[in-house]
């Protein structure tokens, strides 16, 4: 696969040529520039743009290259609301604030770059997609970020979405084999996870994950979800949790 990077910073291009490479990502790299021409780009299955500062000039320039390129795109910004004020209305631009893991990155390459094998193994909860294969997560172009445990929490609820997921079952995907801690931890990587999706959808986020007193959690919708008043006993509390109680017969 050929990457073409666009940059503006000299230095952080290096580092990222070194991790696609290692990776075994062919990375042609150019500088932004006042002289660079926009429409004479070499060809490349995905084009990387990183921008280091926002200016004034960063908008036009990507609204050209999303114009002259058929390649799908990756923005690196600065910003968590850089993408809102793009004018663009494109499903081949992808955005990832920084700062974000090698992991993350290498994920998102692979997947903005040969999305059709994977279409399938895609699944959708309400504004979040699961993207198995890669094992990302994502909505409104922006990646959920997740730890690897996190993460297949999150991918258990959304592949099983408006069913209870046993915590028993929950901590043998976790751990297998391996000596299993407390339940109690899942109900810890649930609180985690419940902040992280708020801080990306808003506060509609924390109601995708319900708990189910005495057996797991469900995941649903947000829109789709009725709320009931509970008490809720765990290691994290959070006064808008939401919990339905099922009987244990």
Request: proline share 4%; aromatic share 8%; glycine share 4%.
């Amino acid at each position: 696969m050929k990457v073409l990077y666009i940059d503006q910073n000299c230095s952080a291009s290096l580092l990222i040529k070194d991790v696609l490479l290692t990776n075994r990502i062919y990375c042609e790299v150019l500088s932004l520039s006042p002289e660079m021409k926009l429409t004479e780009l070499p060809r490349c299955g995905l084009i990387i743009i990183d921008f280091y500062t926002i200016t004034p000039e960063c908008y036009p320039v990507l609204e050209q290259i999303c114009h002259d390129s058929s390649a799908p795109i990756l923005v690196l910004c600065p910003q968590n609301h850089f993408q809102e004020k793009i004018k663009i209305d494109s499903e081949k631009i992808c955005f990832i604030c920084k700062a974000f893991s090698q992991e993350d990155l290498i994920n998102q390459i692979h997947f903005l770059a040969s999305p059709a094998p994977v279409a399938q193994q895609s699944v959708k909860v309400g504004l979040l997609t699961l993207h198995a294969h890669y094992r990302i997560v994502e909505a409104y172009d922006k990646l959920l970020p997740l730890t690897s445990h996190e993460f297949k929490i999150v991918e258990a609820l959304m592949q099983n979405s408006g069913s209870v997921v046993e915590k028993t079952a929950l901590l043998k995907k976790l751990y297998q084999n391996q000596d299993c801690p407390d339940e109690k931890i899942i109900d810890v990587f649930v609180c985690k996870i419940r902040k992280k999706l708020e801080k990306l959808l808003g506060p509609a986020g924390k109601n995708y994950i319900i708990t189910v007193w005495g057996r797991g959690y469900l995941m649903q919708d947000s829109g789709l979800k009725h709320k009931v008043d509970a008490d809720l006993s765990s290691t994290c509390s959070d006064d808008d949790q939401e919990t339905v109680f099922f009987s244990k017969s």
